[in-house]
């Protein structure tokens, strides 16, 4: 159990429709990862906040939109839904400082299904 | 923007048989390496890193890797596997507390 902790675990919903994944980081971490893993795209890397704070951007689409809580937890929205985005969206946390030498931690993940 | 390289698509290997796989990544600068492992079905669990120092690391489940700075490359290695490392091994650079970039992921399977 790496403590970062994601939910839902699966959603299944149609196109045209609107989902919110959330994410709580490890306990003290400030940065939040966001990452789609899907067949023909591989491991993509979408955003991430820092202490509440957009850091870096990625391939995340301009349907994509995400936030970072005053308690650290992230959201990921993702609108207007396509069958294209059914993928698994994993949210990662790290220290955001050097003294843990930047290791990222991932959560199980959101498997999400758009029929 | 850099980018990483995993030759091997799918391994098959049988118990007890020696395993490398092979990463490559471009960018000139520091980077910060990573092997991740993903079960089937779970989550990706962190094998092992480098930073810095000794180019030669041990990870966990007795995997280690070997950073050679000339070559770009930071090649995963087991001695011996086991039936229970089938799983996907993904290599990852990162730089400072930036995003990882993964390549595309080799699928090891491990027969009996």
């Known amino acids: 159990d790496s403590g970062v902790t994601q939910t839902p675990k699966h959603l299944i919903t149609a196109t045209g429709q609107r989902v919110t994944l959330r994410c709580s980081p490890r306990?003290?971490?400030?940065?939040v990862y966001w990452y789609q893993q899907s067949l023909d795209q591989g491991l993509q890397f979408l955003i991430q906040y820092y202490n509440g704070e957009e850091r870096a951007k990625g391939n995340i689409l301009e349907r994509f939109s995400a936030q970072q809580f005053p308690d650290l937890h992230s959201e990921l929205n993702l609108s207007s839904l396509e069958l294209g985005d059914s993928a698994l969206y994993f949210c990662a946390s790290s220290s955001g400082t050097s003294e843990e030498g930047y290791e990222q931690y991932f959560g199980p993940g959101t498997r999400l299904t758009v029929t | 923007a850099q980018s990483v390289s995993q030759h091997n698509h799918h391994v098959i290997l049988s118990e007890a048989a020696s395993l490398e796989l092979g990463c490559n990544y471009s960018?000139?600068?520091?980077?910060?390496l990573f092997w991740y492992v993903q079960y089937p079905g779970q989550h990706l669990q962190l094998l092992l890193k480098y930073f810095s120092g000794d180019p030669l690391v041990k990870g966990i489940k007795g995997f280690e890797a070997e950073f050679i700075k000339s070559k770009f490359s930071f090649n995963l290695r087991k001695p011996s596997v086991q039936w229970s490392d089938t799983a996907e091994y993904f290599c990852a650079v990162g730089y400072t507390t930036s995003k990882l970039t993964f390549g595309t992921g080799t699928r090891l399977q491990v027969t009996l």
């Open positions: 960018y000139g600068g520091t980077v910060n």
């Open positions: 306990s003290g971490d400030l940065s």
